[in-house]
């Protein structure tokens, strides 16, 4: 019997933008969306409910910043708060992920792709690197 699809929504968190992509595992597609200004280091949760509303996902990825050893660092905690906020506000699954290198790994991915240094494209390339790093973990 095989699984039903899920539509998932990945955020690389930040205290001032957070990254978003989508992708679903059907076909393990995903793609970044966008970048969302967090206020006075609050997400924008306004624009988070219009995002699950748009997409409806089944299941929420969050990227956990840990230092290269596997210590958490001080965005650590941050981080997985936003995670359990996510679960609170929303009542769906909030998995936590590794993003080491993520950001790295956005980086390399414009800088192939031929697009110049843009912060903002960069948050959200990360969180589909984060979302790409769960599939893998959770491709059966």
Partial sequence: MSKRPLTLLAFDYGTRRIGVAL???LTGGVRPLLTLNARNNKPDWDAISRLL???????LVV???LHMDGTE???TDKARR???QLKGRYNLPVDMVD???S???AEQLLEERGRRQDRTGLDAVAATVILESWLTQHHT
């Fill in 82 to 84: 936003f995670g359990n």
């Fill in 53 to 59: 509303e748009q997409w409806q996902p089944d299941r």
């Fill in 23 to 25: 992708g679903q595992t």
């Fill in 103 to 105: 950001s790295d790994a």
């Fill in 99 to 101: 993003e080491r290198l």
């Fill in 73 to 75: 660092q001080p965005m």
């Fill in 63 to 65: 990227g956990l910043p």
